[in-house]
């Protein structure tokens, strides 16, 4: 406000004779220094009215008209005078790449010398559309982030609607036999086409498939190329997943064996595990391998996710639109996430061995 703020006025006077709100007879010093300051502040506000009132000059124009108009709300405030004048160059960042060639042009249509103070309404319409352009620029590039952002919220909902249905689950041996039976119909397509005749399978490819299968589920290691040549897609899926849920159910029994053999020998009075139960030492075992390699691959897919955002851009020069190429290759790095965390759940849970690790006293223990 023109002449200053009397309150501020008021309060540094005080500050000055050390007053504060503690002090003996504050509101008396208090109302005394607030008058003593409106009389300041009105004689200086009836100086400033008098040349004129506040003069606000800015040295070039904003992106944003929102920011120009503040500037010149500063001036002519509460019906007091004043005035606003912008001075800018035809080499200011917004004229030079948002508007200048055609002022540029005007310019030298009319043979304007370059130190002359040019004022048009022509020239000021020029200055307010480059600023439109500008603002519309920033808008799309929000509304792009915006865009790009949206395709990680949506995962980043299913994936941790996944992982609290994990936290929330006592049993998940449902789910881990699903898992087992996608992990196998998932191997069994990587090599073999659902409605191939057996005569046409590559050898090469039932050999690498059974190894695959072997390094998934250590317990299959038995089953050999020769069990599934001459059998088609359905029946051989059917034969795996049989033998390897069988294969899980006795690991189970063995973990669950293995768990009461030790845990007797050090509380007889323990009630022995049951297996296939609800609540045994296997489905916490379930639990953590699955939440661990959930939570690793999720880490691995952000950063797979911010490789692809920086380079998604690239795609443009290929006359693709990066936006539509990012949802698509999101989409899949999604997928392919889910597998591995199938694949991974399983392979770890397969191979999980127990074992007693005896720990060596410490000196103060032997103390």
């Not at 008058?35 to 400033?48: L, P, S, W």
């Not at 390897?244 to 845990?263: G, L, P, S």
């Not at 049951?274 to 391998?289: C, P, Q, T, W």
């Amino acid at each position: 406000m023109l002449g200053g703020n009397a309150e501020f006025l008021a309060k540094d006077m005080l500050d000055n004779k050390g007053i504060t709100p503690e002090s003996p007879n504050y509101e008396e010093e208090k109302e005394a220094a607030l008058k003593e300051a409106r009389a300041i502040t009105e004689a200086e506000h009836a100086k400033v009215v008098e040349v004129g009132g506040l003069h606000v000059i800015g040295t070039e124009r904003h992106e944003s008209r929102r920011i120009d108009n503040q500037l010149r709300g500063r001036a002519a405030r509460q019906g007091d005078p004043g005035s606003t004048r912008f001075f800018l160059s035809l080499e200011d960042n917004l004229m030079r790449i948002f508007g200048g060639d055609k002022i540029t042009a005007l310019m030298n249509m009319l043979n304007v010398e370059e130190d002359l103070a040019i004022e048009n309404t022509l020239i000021t319409k020029q200055i307010q559309s480059a600023q439109k352009k500008v603002e519309t620029y920033h808008f799309d590039i929000r509304k792009s982030v915006l865009e790009y952002d949206d395709v990680m919220n949506i995962q980043r909902e299913k994936f941790y609607a996944q992982r609290r249905k994990v936290l929330a689950g006592k049993n998940l041996s449902e789910d881990i036999y699903y898992m087992i039976e996608k992990e196998i119909d998932r191997l069994l397509r990587s090599y073999i086409a659902p409605d191939l005749h057996p005569e046409e399978y590559v050898y090469e490819d039932l050999q690498t498939m059974i190894k695959e299968l072997h390094s998934i589920i250590p317990q299959l290691s038995s089953v050999q190329v020769s069990d599934v040549q001459n059998l088609r897609f359905e029946p051989i899926y059917d034969k795996l997943k049989t033998l390897a849920i069988d294969a899980y159910r006795q690991h189970e029994e063995e973990v669950i064996n293995f768990y009461n053999q030790v845990i007797s020998q050090y509380d007889p009075s323990a009630e022995p595990q049951v297996a296939f139960s609800d609540n045994n030492v296997i489905r916490n075992l379930e639990k953590d391998i699955l939440l661990r390699v959930v939570d690793n691959k999720w880490i691995d897919h952000l950063h797979n996710i911010d490789m692809l955002r920086e380079g998604i851009g690239l795609r443009a020069y290929g006359q693709k639109d990066p936006l539509i190429e990012y949802k698509r290759e999101a989409y899949d790095l999604f997928n392919k996430m889910m597998y591995e965390i199938q694949g991974d759940t399983v392979k770890h849970l397969f191979r999980t061995k127990f074992g007693i690790q005896v720990i060596a006293p410490s000196d103060d223990d032997i103390a």
